[in-house]
């Protein structure tokens, strides 16, 4: 369920055509993990046009990760790329706060 994408350092043309960077962290099968999964990937479709990658990580599963990143609420959206890094915490169903998070607006 998980992509990764391998972040390398380039010139900033490079960078324009790099796709967002989104890890979304989730706590098993919750019905707020499911409904945040759902709701970031319709998100994406729509107002990324495939231009992301997305990883879903199940804390239970990789609770090293999560500890790593300092997660203190579930589900968690962390957009590393790009930059400035930002962090959004609920179901993701109100799209327009996503949005901003993800520095789009509508």
Do not use: W
């Not at 796709?19 to 994406?44: D, M």
């Not at 990658?53 to 790593?68: F, G, H, M, P, T």
């Not at 609420?73 to 993701?92: C, T, W």
Request: hydrophobic share 40%.
């Amino acid at each position: 369920m998980s992509q990764h994408l391998d972040i390398q350092q380039g010139d900033e043309q490079n960078d324009e055509n790099r796709p967002y960077a989104l890890r979304l962290f989730v706590a098993g099968a919750s019905i707020n993990s499911l409904r945040a999964v759902n709701n970031l990937k319709e998100i994406c479709e729509i107002y990324l046009d495939g231009n992301y990658v997305l990883e879903i990580i199940d804390v239970y599963q990789q609770k090293s990760l999560a500890e790593r990143e300092n997660i203190i609420a579930l589900p968690l959206l962390i957009k590393s790329f790009p930059l400035p890094e930002r962090r959004m915490v609920g179901d993701m169903s109100d799209t327009r706060k996503v949005l901003k998070g993800l520095g789009l607006s509508i």
